[in-house]
Structure formats: C-alpha cells, structure tokens
C-alpha cells in the first residue's frame, strides 16, 4: 500500500468518528399538494419583511414561478425576483445575487430552481454574513461557520438534494474550475418539495438529474463515512430511483413517480451530505468545469467507470446495494452482486439516451483532468479504493468520444 494511501486512511477513519458525532441539522420538510402555500405561510409567519427568490430565467420565462408569486402576494409577503443564474452558477451570479438582496433590503431567500439557483442563493446567503470573504475565500470546509439568513429551498429537479446539503458547488470562470463550499450553516431551514414543479422538466434532464441523485446514493453507501443510519437513506433512494426513473423520464406528469423521485433526491442529499460523495464527483465536477458539461449528465456517464474501477473492494456494498435497491433478493458471490447493479447502471443510461462518453473529452487535457480529480478527491472523499492520476487517466480514456 501507498505512503500516501495510509495517510488518507487514517483522516478518513477519523472523520468517520466526527460524523457519528456532529449533529447534522435536517431542514423542516413541506411537502404535497399545498406546499408553495404553506412555503409561503411559513415565510410570513416568520416575519421576514422582503424575500429574495433566485431563480433562473428558464424557469421563470416558463411561468414556474407563477404560484409562488400568488401564493406570497395573497400573504403579503414582499419578493425581489434575481433570475439571471446560469446553469453550473458563477462568482459573476453569485455577486448580483447578492448585490440585489442587499439593494432590496431582503432578509431571507427562496432558491427555486435546480442545483444551479439553489447553490447561487446559498452562497449569495454566506456573503450577506461573511461580506468581506470573496466567494473563492469560502471554498473548503466549515469556511462559513455563521448562521445565514432564513433560507427556504424549493427544488425542481430531483438530483441535487441541494435543499437539504451542506453543500454548494461554484464556478470559477477564470480557472475553469468547480469548487464546493461545505459547511452545517448552509444547508436550508426549510426545503419544500412539489412533485407538480417538476411535471414540465424534459425528459433528457429528467434522466441526467436522476442519475446525478443516483450517483449520490451509491457513492454515499460504497464510501468508508458511510453508517447504518446512512446507509439506510441511500438504500431507500436507490430504491426510489430504480422504480420510478425511467417512468419519469417516459411520462413526465406522473404525479406519484414525480414525488417519489423528489423524495428519493432528498434522502440522498441527506446521505452524501454526511458521508460524502466519490470519485465520480470528482471527475464530473471537472468535466464541468472545463468543459460546461452538465453535472448530472458527466455523472451519469462516469458512474459505471468508477464503479469497475473500484473492483472487489466495492463488491460487497453494490452487491448489498443491489438488494436494496430491488434489483435481486439475494447472490451467491459478492462479485456477481456488483455485476448485477453496475449492469443496471448502464442499462438505465442506455434506455434513457444517455451516452457511454463525453463528447466535449479530449486527450490533450487527461493529464490536467486527471490530477485536478486525484486533487479534489484525496483524501477529501472516502472511496472504497484509493486511486491516484494514472487510474484517472485510464477512466478518461474510457470515456472519451469515438473517433469518427
Ligand atoms: N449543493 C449540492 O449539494 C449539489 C449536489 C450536486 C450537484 N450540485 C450542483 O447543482 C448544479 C446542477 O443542478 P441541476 O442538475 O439541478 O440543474 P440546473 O439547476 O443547472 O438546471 C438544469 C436546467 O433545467 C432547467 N429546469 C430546472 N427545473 C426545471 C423544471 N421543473 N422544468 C423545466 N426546466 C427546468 C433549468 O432551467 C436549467 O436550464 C451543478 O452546478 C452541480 O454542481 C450541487
Ligand atoms: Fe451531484
């Protein structure tokens, strides 16, 4: 074993130890038929005097935001709409979001959005109390540790579980990097969870979203951080997943397969949150960043990669996963367990139209790629198996387009 394989080990055993005992606070849940109303009973009745919601243009040029519009004005809640986020949001979204709540004199947030507007409002959040922390400053962990103002999450995707994590992903433009701030105080006081949002989501980005939930999942249960409780969400997400994906994605105004996905998001936003995720964020955080791919789509296409490149060390945890998940009742070796999920994975990829490569990959950034992921994930994420800027290069190469 590596030096350096021991090393990251022994921090990973470590944190183990923390999480059993930091208290991770989980937001109050509104969900079903009336939860934009309630959502907007909730503000009122903690007495914000103006919201800024943060959206982006898409939605709101669809008319998404409609009944949280009527629903705030019926309880004479004052709103500021920001919707200008871009998808995998800036520093440059970031800062106008944030001048425009200070501009409107707001004293809370609704994200509503995907991941994109719900991490540009957390981290617009972290700037209204740390004001003189420029954003690149608060990448890291526990950067923050001050409480933000109310901040209410209203997702419509179900992928990020961002309205339940302590996280927020961020791009950088100038270095094409993705970078996450992580820390108890950013995730939301209240998440609020309407299947009818996400009737009009298209089926490609149905699918892509999914999968990144997915991804979060699995790699949440396969890692060393992951406990019984743990465990216990991501195995009721994959479960979730497997039954109501392709259903989603096939029919999109099916209200209950709809919930079920929203549901299954959360639970594995509550899972990665606390055990973290994996090398297959690692590398589609830099596909991201360098290349714009969207995060779910590059997760989608690594995960079965990482997957087989873990081996035997992953066997038992997908094989168990895969009983979970509904896939099989039982196995007769671990290995064929695993075989058996990561099949899964990839069939689902295939009856989704998802692609096995990255089309934007190109050879002469492997080496740039494959240290950056090997950066981000040593020793930060508790993977079944250590890997190091070779493996990723290999994964690369995997992935890459076909020639023509
Ligand atoms: N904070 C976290 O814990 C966390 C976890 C995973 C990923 N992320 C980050 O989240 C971002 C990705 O978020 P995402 O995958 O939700 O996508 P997104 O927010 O970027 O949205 C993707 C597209 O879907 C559209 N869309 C969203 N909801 C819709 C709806 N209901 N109907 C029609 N169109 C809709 C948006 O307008 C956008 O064009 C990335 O930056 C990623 O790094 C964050
Ligand atoms: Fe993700």
Sequence with gaps: MKFLTILYRIRHIIFLGAIKIIKFPNPDLISGENAIEQLAERVKSDGLKKVLVVTDANLHQLGLLDSLKAALSTHNVNFAVFDDVQPNPT???????YSMYTKEKCDGFI????????DCAKVAACRVVKPKKSVVKMRGQFTILKKLPPFYAVPTTAGTGSETTAAAVVS?????EKFAIVDLNIIPHVAVLDPRLMVGLPPFITATTGMDALTHAVEASIGWHSTKYIRGFAEKATKLIFENIEEVYQNGSNLEARNN??????????AFTRASVGYVHAIAHNLGGLYGVPHGLANAVVLPYVLE???????????????????????TTPKEGAEIFIQKVKDLNKNMGIPT?????QEKDFALLAERAAKEG??????????YPDDFIEILHLIKPPQE
């Design 91 to 97: 520093i440059e979204n970031i800062e106008n979001a």
């Design 111 to 118: 994200a509503f959005g995907g991941g994109s507007p719900m």
């Design 172 to 176: 950088n433009p100038k270095t094409h």
């Design 261 to 270: 996905m929203a549901l299954a998001a959360f639970y594995a936003g509550v």
């Design 309 to 331: 490149a873990f081996g035997e060390k992953a066997y038992k945890k997908l094989a168990k996963l895969a009983v979970a998940g509904g896939l099989i009742k039982s196995y």
């Design 357 to 361: 490569y990255i089309k934007e990959l």
């Design 378 to 387: 040593n020793p930060a994420y508790p993977v079944p198996k250590i890997l």
